[in-house]
């Protein structure tokens, strides 16, 4: 376990060093001075169809729902290019053979790497949690339920996603691993494909949409979810540990 938490803390030191949080905090701010500049414009729009406070409730709406979906963007970009390269960049590189030299396995290297990415995707969500409110509190507006979860919610979607890419990127180009991870979703079939069965489900992580529709999670809800993350994220780490086990280093 201290190994783990030594290759975790080092992979942590490695995002800081290629400025890989720096970018998640860039993203974090134009997405949060896009929402703002926008804010205002779709406010004074929205008070012009009824009663001051109709509009001005209209307009919060989707103000949160224009944040949400530009953050849910800028946070599987931030994932799926720290998931991509976590494990083989330093693999493909042949920098992994010293640290292999040591007493580390090879498992212990890619959990260790992947709760370093990990990390900084919980990084990204907390920041958007403070960004969230931030609006709120500049533009008056009242955050829901539905916004109040939105950055626990984009967290285990953004695990799920970098659980797949860290897998993908053992097997072709972290480019590649990342373009496809993108899209590599159940949302994009339905039943009965069976790739809908195999490919983990992301649409029902979309704070977004659960803010457009005014929607609430019940507590029953968010715990399946959160479960469903973990389960998906557990089996695409083991996959992960598979391949990598099986590779020939540089």
């Known amino acids: 376990m201290r190994a783990i938490l030594l290759i975790a803390a080092d992979s942590v030191r490695w995002m800081l060093h290629r400025r890989l949080l720096v970018a998640a905090a860039v993203v974090a701010l ?5 929402a703002y500049f926008v804010s205002g414009e779709i406010r004074d729009s929205m008070a012009e ?102 950055p626990w919610l984009m967290a285990c979607d953004n695990l799920m996603r970098g659980s797949v890419a ?28 069976p790739l809908y069965f195999v490919l983990p489900s992301y649409d029902r992580f979309s704070a977004s949409t659960l803010v457009m529709e005014g929607r609430i999670l019940t507590f029953g809800e968010l715990s399946a979810l959160t479960l469903y993350a973990l389960d998906v994220s557990a089996i695409f780490l083991l996959l992960s540990i598979w391949r990598f086990r099986r590779m020939e280093l540089a």
């Open 30 to 34: 134009g997405i949060t001075s896009l």
């Open 49 to 150: 169809l009824g009663p001051d406070e109709v509009g001005a409730d209209l307009g919060g709406g989707m103000v949160l729902t224009l944040f949400f979906g530009l953050a849910e963007l800028g946070g599987t970009l931030v994932t799926l290019l720290i998931s991509s390269t976590a494990v083989a960049v330093e693999a493909a590189s042949g920098a992994v053979r010293p640290v292999l030299a040591r007493p580390v396995s090879r498992t212990e290297l890619v959990i260790g790497r992947y709760l370093g990415a990990v990390v900084g995707i919980l990084c990204y969500s907390l920041l958007m949690g403070i960004v969230v409110y931030a609006i709120s509190v500049a533009d008056d507006l009242d955050l829901g339920l539905p916004a109040q979860l939105a």
């Open 166 to 193: 860290v897998l993908l990127s053992l097997l072709t180009r972290p480019a590649i691993a990342a373009a496809v991870a993108f899209f590599a979703g159940a949302g994009w079939f339905s039943p009965p494909n």
